[in-house]
């Protein structure tokens, strides 16, 4: 029996309530995670859980043995840990979190040269929209969107992510270019569906633009309301309306010609971003690599 291991199924059994669900993360066999339970139990001559069709639940020794193994678990980390920084060698797993269109067309791109610099360390990315807790999902940095709330994470500042509004050329063609914001009652608006509680929920129905004269709210309508950046960056290129969207889906497409930016003088909302992670993580030579990798690429300079 490999003791580290089966010390590690133990854990994941109590803290996922389950044999099932911890043989999901331990990625094995429910009849795995049951033998190392088994045998675990034989080593040490005591029951750890007791066990019923329906429920489990820990004898008072399981209670015991989990904290402690815990602590075997976290001293075993940290020694793998210091001797990554002892050899300052980027290696091991990095998890990265960040939104879905700027980690599609920015990001995963970007980490193609990344990789290459230190292809000992291996790549675990998450794209959503979310903001997902860099503690409880195993993360060791996020790229964040909007204002951040106070923790004890380190934030770096990167470049604001920016939205042009844009259409394509056959829209223009047929329906003409706005000029001011009040124009933009009388056309097609294709809006992003953001979810309630977003802070740029209100988007969906009103578009802000700064303007020579301060910030301008215009009351907008269109024939589709969509929560894909993609379906929205499809429908414009075939001429369905106009569309505020990140510049780093469109920009390439402004360039050649497909879209055409509109009212350069009225510049749609930024939102700051930053580059989010644990100050005691950032000892890790992958996380440190990777760090001055983001901030070279996206950091306000």
Partial sequence: MDLFQAMTVYVKVVE???MTS???QCKMSTTMVGNHLKALEQRLGVRLLNRTTR???LTEFGVAYYQRCLEVLGLVADSERLAEQALDEPSGTLRISAPLTFGTEKLAPALSEFALLYPRVKLDVMLTNRRPDLLENGLDVAFRLGAIEASNLIARPLLDYTLTMCASPAYVARRGAPQTP????HHDCLSFAYPAGDDWHSVEKEWRLAGPEGEVTVAVSGPMLINSSAGLHQAARTGMGIVMLPDVLVEQDI???KLLALMPGFNPPSRPMHLMYAQDRYRLPKLRR?????VQM???H
């Fill in 16 to 18: 996922t309530g389950s």
């Fill in 298 to 300: 996206w950091g306000k």
């Fill in 255 to 257: 360039q050649d010609g």
């Fill in 55 to 57: 429920r489990q639940r």
């Fill in 22 to 24: 911890a043989a999901a």
């Fill in 290 to 294: 990777f760090v001055d990798f983001a």
């Fill in 182 to 185: 009040e124009d933009l009652r």
